[in-house]
């Protein structure tokens, strides 16, 4: 398994895949979640909110396994390079409506 080694102290995103390894029994019509805690930071601040949240603990192979984006980086848009020079010059609005 490939984890990206350039990462923050908390990792958040959608938990594609949930209930593939273990069942998982609760409300997902709004989506599910997946935090990644990355180092002791993370722990610390994790551990000052954990009980004000639902969590459920699983493992970082059912999380990698629905989600790409933790397997490897996404690929950028062929007109990245084109939307951060328009973008510096004259703003979001114009980049997007340019480039997208």
Do not use: C
């Not at 938990?15 to 990644?36: A, M």
């Not at 180092?39 to 639902?54: P, Q, R, T, V």
């Not at 192979?61 to 951060?84: D, I, P, T």
Request: net charge negative.
């Amino acid at each position: 398994m490939l984890i990206p080694t350039v990462f923050g102290d908390i990792t958040i995103g959608d938990f594609w895949g949930l209930g593939d390894e273990v069942p998982f029994y609760g409300d997902t019509k709004n989506g599910i979640s997946v935090v990644l805690i990355n180092n002791e930071k993370g722990y610390k601040f994790f551990d000052e909110i954990k009980d004000k949240i639902f969590f459920e603990k699983r493992t970082i192979s059912e999380a990698v396994k629905g989600n790409a984006q933790l397997r490897h980086a996404s690929e950028k848009h062929q007109n990245y390079h084109e939307f951060l020079e328009i973008y510096s010059k004259k703003g979001i609005k114009e980049a997007l409506e340019k480039t997208l």
